[in-house]
């Protein structure tokens, strides 16, 4: 089995090249994780803050009909 040299210029720019093309494939996952983690918090957040104010609608026309029914005035029976 023959190896080859170890100054062999094509033998460096090749082992260069895989090294360098591994460094970009990991910064990309590692970008994709981030951006997918913020997406799931922001998502997160957001519905949240829709269940949130869903919840504060239907207190406010609870509210509004509670007020309604106490101050409209009685029918009096004769």
């Known amino acids: 089995m023959l190896l080859p040299p170890p100054l062999c210029p094509f033998t460096a ?3 260069a090249g895989l090294q360098a093309t591994v460094l970009l494939l990991l910064t990309l996952l ?3 994780r981030v951006q997918i983690k913020a997406a799931s918090a ?3 957040f957001l519905q949240t803050l829709v ?3 869903a919840a504060g ?3 406010l026309v609870a509210i ?3 007020a309604l029914a106490l101050t409209r ?3 009096v029976a004769s």
């Open 64 to 66: 509004g009909g509670a």
């Open 73 to 75: 005035p009685r029918a």
């Open 30 to 32: 590692i970008k994709a």
């Open 57 to 59: 609608a239907l207190g």
């Open 42 to 44: 922001l998502g997160l």
């Open 13 to 15: 720019a090749r082992i």
């Open 51 to 53: 269940f949130l104010a």
